[in-house]
């Protein structure tokens, strides 16, 4: 189609549009927005007429280079390390996915301008066509890897994984709550126009690096649709600004959805690109190089900053704040030896670091040696069993980290915990901000405004917790995450498959003291021991240090 004609078809999609006027519409999913109807302008129209023949032509270049990846030997080559950390990933990746699906029709009665419905109801159909090729290229991985056990079970898995569950959290913030909170600040404001830099153009290249040029065709295929779903985020933006009783909310969104796409999205992602790679060529970019370049000079400078002409308040010290997280505080070091401690309690095998990582890692972050090598080292010693347990039950100078109530990634970053009673549970947060989160923002009221269509963050959100007092072979045994033989362990704290004595069992976990809930722990002190227990607490690290026996 001519682009005269796709901009006439789009006029005319308009004038199909009606206000009902035989009874009063209902909404399922409401808002505390306010919008009055207002002639903002698709920056990019689309019709299904010329949509579909331009996906369909990117679905041939998908499965076609899925089918050249088989001809050619893609599995022969692949580094192991990296394959089994996107058995996580490719796990979590599509909730995210189908859930923006599902929030665009959250959107359409509560932005009342026909135009952008056009625009989400687009998005819908690219989210659900993301999450289709995200799920083939899992099912291409399981039935040509090696080790296809993990990639076969884990949409039942993840939602119940020691670091699955994390992500998802983050894919249900699309759609629970106020619908312009989760739909349009949360998803495309933030989630997409910043963070999917990392998810979806970073990655791929790494994945690359690592012989994988399957995760890069699908990933920038699912890119190429950002742009437009940037567009409906920023028009809905736009006409919420119009309106100056909006700016309180735009203000408590903006730093919540910030805060949770960093800690969630850095962790996981930072995570796969440092610890999952085998390529430690000098001149490759790490994660807070790409996170700077992508995020912070991208996404803040040329993105957000000029938005602030129209009134919307930046949270400049939580973007600062979190390049300090990355940069001086470890913040990506830390979730990765989070998850390797717990290695036990995944379904995919986390190779250990070797000579050449530390080097790498030393050259691009200075000093990482000293915070994490010697735990690392622990790590490669106790991968292998020989009458000791896995490292979570070994004295490694390492205590176990609290959950953030929110979030659900641990308070890692030691001095940064929080604690607050709220709902009367004792909770304890990673930092101050998510605290802030459940505490004030997620509540009916906020700064004296009735806000009844907040979410609260209310359940069973702590792993641990579901688990308190169990033997560690019975968690795995209920989580499911255990081979053919009914005993061997589909995780494993390294790559070697060939010979079955290097192979932990659940036999192995049985001698393990059973596996304590820090939260449980943590409600069950009594107020002096509880400040006590926290003043110590963010004296401890980096990586996860007890802190000093002498108080210093």
């Not at 004609?5 to 409401?30: D, F, M, N, R």
């Not at 909730?95 to 699906?101: D, G, K, M, R």
Request: hydrophobic letters at 35%; aromatic letters at 14%; one cysteine or more.
């Amino acid at each position: 189609m001519s682009r005269q004609s796709v901009a006439k078809a789009h006029q005319k999609i308009q004038e199909l549009s009606w206000e009902p006027q035989y009874h009063q519409p209902v909404s399922h999913y409401g808002t505390d927005y306010s919008f009055r109807k207002a002639q903002k302008k698709d920056p990019l129209k689309q019709v299904l007429r010329s949509y579909f023949p331009m996906q369909e032509e990117k679905d041939h270049r998908v499965y076609g280079a899925q089918d050249g990846a088989i001809r050619g030997n893609m599995f022969r080559q692949v580094q192991e390390r990296w394959l089994e950390w996107q058995k996580l990933f490719l796990s979590i990746i599509p909730l995210p996915e189908i859930s923006a699906a599902r929030a665009m029709p959250l959107l359409f009665r509560t932005v009342p301008n026909p135009e952008l419905h056009n625009g989400q109801a687009i998005q819908m159909i690219d989210e659900v066509r993301h999450s289709t090729i995200q799920q083939n290229l899992k099912r291409l991985y399981m039935n040509n890897y090696i080790d296809p056990a993990g990639f076969n079970s884990s949409l039942r898995d993840f939602q119940n994984d020691y670091c699955g569950t994390i992500g998802r959290q983050f894919a249900e913030g699309f759609i629970t709550g106020d619908a312009i909170t989760a739909a349009s600040i949360y998803l495309t404001i933030v989630a997409e126009t910043a963070f999917t830099n990392t998810l979806f153009v970073a990655m791929p290249a790494e994945a690359a690096a690592n012989g994988d040029y399957l995760l890069p065709t699908v990933f920038h295929s699912v890119q190429s649709d950002e742009s437009r779903h940037i567009s409906n985020g920023y028009a809905t933006l736009l006409m919420a600004l119009s309106d100056e009783s909006n700016h309180q909310l735009l203000q408590r969104d903006l730093r919540y959805a910030w805060w949770n796409n960093h800690r969630v999205v850095d962790a996981a992602i930072g995570t796969f690109i440092e610890y999952g790679t085998k390529d430690r060529r000098k001149d490759r970019e790490s994660y807070a190089e790409m996170w700077r370049r992508w995020i912070y000079d991208d996404y803040y400078r040329s993105y957000l900053v000029p938005l602030e002409k129209y009134g919307l308040v930046i949270p400049h010290d939580l973007i600062e704040e979190a390049w300090n997280q990355i940069w001086n505080k470890g913040y990506v070091h830390e979730v990765a030896q989070f998850f390797a401690t717990g290695w036990l309690a995944n379904y995919w095998r986390i190779d250990p670091m070797t000579d050449k990582d530390f080097e790498w890692f030393e050259y691009k972050y200075p000093g990482w040696y000293d915070r994490y090598g010697k735990w690392w080292e622990n790590y490669n010693r106790l991968s292998r069993p020989n009458g000791h347990h896995p490292i979570v039950a070994e004295d490694v100078d390492y205590q176990y980290p609290h959950r953030c109530w929110t979030c659900m990634v641990p308070c890692l970053v030691r001095e940064d915990m929080v604690m607050d009673q709220v709902d009367g549970q004792w909770r304890t947060y990673c930092h101050e901000e998510c605290r802030w989160t459940d505490a004030v923002a997620f509540r009916p009221t906020y700064q004296g405004r009735e806000t009844p269509n907040m979410g609260q963050l209310i359940g069973k959100r702590e792993w641990e917790t579901l688990y308190h007092g169990w033997n560690w072979a019975d968690v795995v045994s209920d989580m499911g995450y255990v081979r053919d033989d009914g005993k061997t362990m589909v995780a494993q704290p390294h790559l070697d498959l060939g010979d079955q004595k290097k192979m932990w069992t659940l036999d192995h976990l049985r001698r393990m003291p059973p596996l304590q809930s820090p939260n449980v722990l943590l409600n069950e002190m009594s107020d002096e021991d509880r400040q006590a227990f926290h003043a110590n607490y963010v004296r401890g690290g980096p990586a996860g240090r007890p802190a000093p026996a002498d108080g210093g």
